[in-house]
């Protein structure tokens, strides 16, 4: 069955950086753009960035762009978010999705992993 | 950036009544909207593509219409699994900021 397992969370200091992974098993990983959302403690979900199946044409929301970097390694089926100069509203839950082929919607997601920017 | 409004917020009904909640977006999206359902601890579900299409799984109870700047979701009779937060989405990008569906 079709599995996304986020790790790479923790407790960071403002304006440091933390890498997230999420490992992808059970379907064709190179397939799929992958996406990344976050939702921070008792708020609504946030789009953060994309990838398409080939490690092309990456998107940022507005509030990571220039300090988020997604990307991928098709040969082990995982996902990264690298996250650079942390700020204290970058804390949240972050999920990675899989979009559904040809339906332009995440069809699987991960459980999350936890990201809190304190010092 | 499209921006995606959802109401009401809030929505307090009883099990077996028919729940209606909207999304605007900024600008016309044509059809390219999805639904998700989000229960406390978990992760959020797709339940509806491109406007009014169920994705595999989803109960007949679940409908979705609308296409351009309003969209709809329909739950027809409420079951006890229902309660719950949905958000809108806008083809692979911007979510709405949700409406909670709450027992009455």
């Known amino acids: 069955q079709v599995q996304l397992e986020e790790s790479g969370g923790g407790v960071v200091q403002p304006g440091r950086s933390l890498t997230l992974s999420c490992v992808a098993s059970g379907f064709g990983f190179s397939s799929h753009a992958m996406n990344w959302v976050r939702q921070a403690p008792g708020k609504g979900l946030e789009w953060v960035a994309s990838i398409w199946y080939d490690g092309t044409n990456k998107k940022y929301g507005d509030s990571v762009k220039g300090r988020f970097t997604i990307s991928r390694d098709n040969s082990k089926n995982t996902l990264h978010l690298q996250m650079n100069s942390l700020r204290a509203e970058d804390t949240a839950l972050y999920y990675c999705a899989r979009v559904a082929s040809k339906l332009g919607a995440f069809d699987y997601w991960g459980q999350g992993t936890l990201v809190t920017v304190s010092s | 950036e499209i921006v995606l409004t959802q109401s009401p917020a809030t929505l307090s009904l009883s099990p077996g009544e028919r729940a209606t909640l909207s999304c605007r977006a900024s600008q016309s999206i044509s059809t390219y909207l999805a639904w998700y359902q989000q229960k406390p601890g978990q992760a959020p579900r797709l339940l509806i593509y491109?406007?009014?299409n169920r994705a595999t799984g989803i109960p007949a109870r679940f409908s979705g219409s609308g296409s351009g700047t309003d969209f709809t979701l329909t739950i027809s009779s409420l079951e006890p699994e229902d309660f719950a937060v949905y958000y809108c989405?806008?083809?692979?990008?911007?979510f709405g900021q949700g409406t909670k569906v709450g027992i009455k």
């Open positions: 491109d406007a009014s």
């Open positions: 989405q806008q083809r692979e990008r911007t």
